[in-house]
């Protein structure tokens, strides 16, 4: 089974490099796993990625040692299996906001003893038919990582039962999202929300568990290109 570089890396102390892509591209995912990255996240909240399409990339993460991550559109166990199936191993679901909500995660992302996580696809168990069922669960769930965000008062004000719950050791903020919850629209910079955000953080460092940025560094492959092109056009007297 090709290793979650993101547990590996966060395992060691280290931060996880990779680039954050809005669109499913092959030569994306080659030219990172050459490049020797750690992982590619596929942003599947605010961009179109179909399964299909997915499946596709994890084959080629795969193939070229690098991890698939992805934030998926919502938090229904539906949505979460299938990306799973097709082959994603380090999945951040938006909007967490109590602990049940954050059972119900741990249950759709996690084969038993630790959820209840429908057994399986071929993707997952890499078209190998292993009959000690037992043992690829055991390996699926040590080799999958769950990430929710906390972009809500809510479930900044819930944090301290949300981190009680077994099966989470990262979380993710979204500072957009909750100045809006907070009746700060488009301030996410407002005292009231960095100061929320910083007791979330301070609770999460508390329980011992980490938060995405302090583990990951990524590229973002289309502000690059907007950049480049950006210079591209200022070179020429266009901008």
């Given at each position: 089974?090709?290793?979650?570089?993101?547990?590996?890396?966060?395992?060691?102390?280290?931060?996880?490099?990779?680039?954050?892509?809005?669109?499913?591209?092959?030569?994306?995912?080659?030219?990172?796993?050459?490049?020797?990255?750690?992982?590619?996240?596929?942003?599947?909240?605010?961009?179109?990625?179909?399964?299909?399409?997915?499946?596709?990339?994890?084959?080629?993460?795969?193939?070229?040692?690098?991890?698939?991550?992805?934030?998926?559109?919502?938090?229904?166990?539906?949505?979460?299996?299938?990306?799973?199936?097709?082959?994603?191993?380090?999945?951040?679901?938006?909007?967490?906001?109590?602990?049940?909500?954050?059972?119900?995660?741990?249950?759709?992302?996690?084969?038993?003893?630790?959820?209840?996580?429908?057994?399986?696809?071929?993707?997952?168990?890499?078209?190998?038919?292993?009959?000690?069922?037992?043992?690829?669960?055991?390996?699926?769930?040590?080799?999958?990582?769950?990430?929710?965000?906390?972009?809500?008062?809510?479930?900044?004000?819930?944090?301290?039962?949300?981190?009680?719950?077994?099966?989470?050791?990262?979380?993710?903020?979204?500072?957009?999202?909750?100045?809006?919850?907070?009746?700060?629209?488009?301030?996410?910079?407002?005292?009231?929300?960095?100061?929320?955000?910083?007791?979330?953080?301070d609770k999460i460092k508390a329980a011992g568990k980490k938060i995405w940025t302090e583990i990951t560094e990524a590229i973002a492959v289309t502000r690059i290109i907007q950049a480049a092109g950006r210079d591209l056009l200022r070179e020429h007297g266009r901008a």
């Open positions: 089974m090709v290793s979650n570089m993101l547990i590996e890396r966060m395992r060691k102390g280290e931060k996880a490099l990779g680039a954050h892509v809005t669109f499913p591209a092959d030569e994306i995912v080659e030219v990172c796993g050459r490049l020797g990255l750690d992982f590619i996240f596929f942003e599947g909240q605010h961009a179109p990625m179909n399964p299909e399409s997915i499946a596709r990339m994890c084959r080629l993460a795969d193939g070229f040692g690098i991890t698939p991550a992805m934030r998926v559109p919502d938090d229904q166990p539906g949505t979460i299996l299938t990306y799973l199936d097709c082959g994603i191993k380090t999945i951040m679901v938006p909007m967490l906001e109590t602990k049940s909500q954050a059972e119900a995660l741990v249950r759709a992302c996690y084969f038993a003893p630790q959820g209840r996580r429908s057994y399986t696809s071929l993707r997952t168990i890499e078209y190998e038919f292993e009959p000690d069922c037992k043992a690829v669960m055991s390996r699926v769930n040590a080799n999958m990582m769950l990430i929710p965000q906390i972009e809500t008062i809510t479930g900044v004000d819930n944090l301290d039962e949300i981190l009680t719950v077994a099966g989470i050791e990262c979380f993710a903020h979204g500072p957009n999202d909750l100045a809006q919850s907070m009746g700060f629209g488009g301030e996410p910079d407002h005292p009231e929300c960095l100061a929320a955000m910083q007791r979330a953080e």
